[in-house]
């Protein structure tokens, strides 16, 4: 017999959810699995998650929120794949989407650089603006190590890039 997957969200809700994320979606998968392969694959698993999750958001930032938890978490999941470990990309991570009319491709390469742990906060920070105490939230650590970290990557950049990372 076949077995159909049941999903507990209707195709609007599921189809406003993609056109509202899949940016943040897919620069989280770029900065994470460095080519579009993977980000397409995880890409269509996140939202799989969201169709069959029965979760209730209280706001759209709680909603985006459990979106980008996911998605860092199921890029972490093909980041453990040891096929992944031990093999080489065939894109470059210059191949991130900027949305920036002038190019600082130097600076999206040496955040990639950063250790994970630096990454989620900078990327977090930076490039999807929440704060500190969001962020924590977030990445489920205390709100001083995401200043600690912050300050560290700051100036693991400044030292790499040259320059002034301060907000």
């Known amino acids: 017999s076949a077995v159909g997957i049941i999903l507990v969200r209707n195709e609007f809700d599921l189809k406003t959810a993609i056109d509202k994320y899949s940016d943040t979606v897919k620069r989280i998968c770029y900065l994470y699995l460095k080519n579009s392969y993977d980000t397409e694959d995880v890409f269509q698993n996140v939202f799989l998650k969201y169709a069959l999750s029965d979760k209730v958001f209280e706001s759209s930032e709680n909603?985006?929120?459990?979106?980008?938890?996911?998605?860092?978490?199921?890029?972490?999941?093909?980041?453990?794949n040891y096929f992944r470990k031990n093999t080489v990309p065939l894109?470059?991570?210059?191949?991130?989407?900027?949305?920036?009319?002038?190019?600082?491709?130097?600076?999206?390469?040496?955040?990639?650089k950063l250790p994970k742990k630096y990454k989620d906060i900078v990327y977090l920070y930076y490039f999807e603006g929440y704060k500190a105490d969001e962020i924590a939230g977030i990445i489920g650590i205390n709100e001083n190590t995401v200043y600690t970290r912050l300050a560290r990557a700051r100036k693991i950049l400044k030292d790499e890039l040259g320059g002034d990372f301060d907000e």
């Open 91 to 112: 894109e470059a991570a210059g191949m991130i989407p900027a949305e920036e009319k002038e190019d600082f491709e130097y600076v999206r390469i040496a955040v990639l």
């Open 63 to 80: 909603e985006k929120a459990w979106i980008i938890r996911v998605t860092m978490n199921a890029c972490k999941d093909v980041g453990r």
